[in-house]
């Protein structure tokens, strides 16, 4: 039994083939991490302050694209391409929040804006 294990362990070698050659041009190598953090690029996504507090988003009903967004910081941005970009409506106004917006039924150009924050922060 033992010279036949001893001659199909020395045949073994002899069964292993060389692999195919590769058709075509190498592959590029895969791209870093770095590489794939360049391409992306920067976008407006909206307003914020440096907490990020939103305090009431509104939209006009039957217009998906279009709404209004208020932050605790005061303020009013409107958007009409559903929150790509915004633009500040409401910002030159000494008013420390902004609390509450309705759209008015017989015009949705008329807002009426609450101020106020419902939820302050323990520093206001």
């Given at each position: 039994m033992?010279?036949?294990f001893l001659s199909f362990i020395a045949a073994t070698p002899?069964?292993?083939?060389p692999a195919p050659a590769r058709l075509g041009p190498p592959a590029p190598p895969a791209p870093t991490e770095a590489d794939v953090l360049r391409r992306l690029a920067w976008r407006s996504i909206g307003?914020?302050?440096?907490?990020?507090?939103?305090?009431?988003?509104?939209g006009i009903p039957g217009d998906v694209m279009t709404y209004?967004?208020?932050?605790?910081?005061g303020g009013i941005a409107k958007t009409t391409n559903g929150g790509t970009t915004f633009r500040q409506i409401f910002d030159k106004q000494t008013v420390a929040s902004v609390g509450a917006i309705a759209i008015?039924?017989?015009d949705p150009s008329v807002l009426y804006?609450?101020?106020?924050?419902?939820?302050?922060?323990?520093s206001a």
């Amino acid at each position: 039994m033992r010279p036949l294990f001893l001659s199909f362990i020395a045949a073994t070698p002899l069964l292993a083939q060389p692999a195919p050659a590769r058709l075509g041009p190498p592959a590029p190598p895969a791209p870093t991490e770095a590489d794939v953090l360049r391409r992306l690029a920067w976008r407006s996504i909206g307003p914020a302050n440096n907490a990020g507090r939103i305090s009431v988003v509104v939209g006009i009903p039957g217009d998906v694209m279009t709404y209004y967004v208020a932050g605790a910081a005061g303020g009013i941005a409107k958007t009409t391409n559903g929150g790509t970009t915004f633009r500040q409506i409401f910002d030159k106004q000494t008013v420390a929040s902004v609390g509450a917006i309705a759209i008015a039924q017989s015009d949705p150009s008329v807002l009426y804006v609450g101020t106020g924050e419902g939820n302050p922060r323990n520093s206001a």
